[in-house]
C-alpha cells in the first residue's frame, strides 16, 4: 500500500505562487509515477500534471503550461507542485495521485489518491 498526504494549500491572491506538496509512503512510492488532479467546487475533477518515477517524463495540462512545475525528490518521496501566476481559476482541491505509469494517471484512473489540500486564488 502506497499512501499520499498533500500539504502546502492556502489562500493566496492573483498573480502569487504556491508550492504544494505530496508526501508518500510506503515500499515501492519512489518507483511511481505521480501527479496532480483538481476539483474546483461544482466542477469534475481534472488532471493537472503528472512525472515518471525518474522524472524523465512530464505531462501538463494546457491550462496549467508555463505556470505550474512539478518535481520529485526519490530520496524524500516527496513531489512538488510550483504553482506561479496564479488565477481565480486556479481555486480548487488539489489531489496526489500515484500509479505505475504517467498515461495511468491522466486517464484519472490512478491506484492510490491523497486526501487533498485546498488552494483559494482571491482577486
Known amino acids: 500500500q502506497v499512501q499520499l498526504v498533500e500539504s502546502g494549500g492556502g489562500l493566496v491572491q492573483a498573480g502569487g505562487s504556491l508550492r504544494l506538496s505530496c508526501a508518500a509512503s510506503?515500499?515501492?512510492?519512489?518507483?511511481?509515477?505521480m501527479g496532480w488532479f483538481r476539483q474546483a467546487p461544482g466542477k469534475p475533477r481534472e488532471f493537472v500534471v503528472a512525472?515518471?518515477?525518474?522524472?524523465?517524463?512530464?505531462d501538463y495540462a494546457d491550462s496549467v503550461k508555463g505556470r505550474f512545475t512539478i518535481s520529485r525528490d526519490n530520496a524524500k518521496n516527496t513531489v512538488y507542485l510550483q504553482m506561479t501566476s496564479l488565477k481565480l481559476e486556479d481555486t480548487a482541491v488539489y489531489y496526489c495521485?500515484?500509479?505505475?505509469?504517467?498515461?495511468?494517471?491522466?486517464?484519472?484512473?490512478?491506484?492510490?489518491w491523497g486526501q487533498g489540500t485546498r488552494v483559494t486564488v482571491s482577486s
Open positions: 510506503g515500499r515501492t512510492a519512489s518507483s511511481l509515477a
Open positions: 495521485a500515484a500509479a505505475l505509469s504517467p498515461p495511468t494517471i491522466i486517464s484519472g484512473t490512478a491506484d492510490y
Open positions: 512525472i515518471s518515477w525518474s522524472g524523465g517524463r512530464t
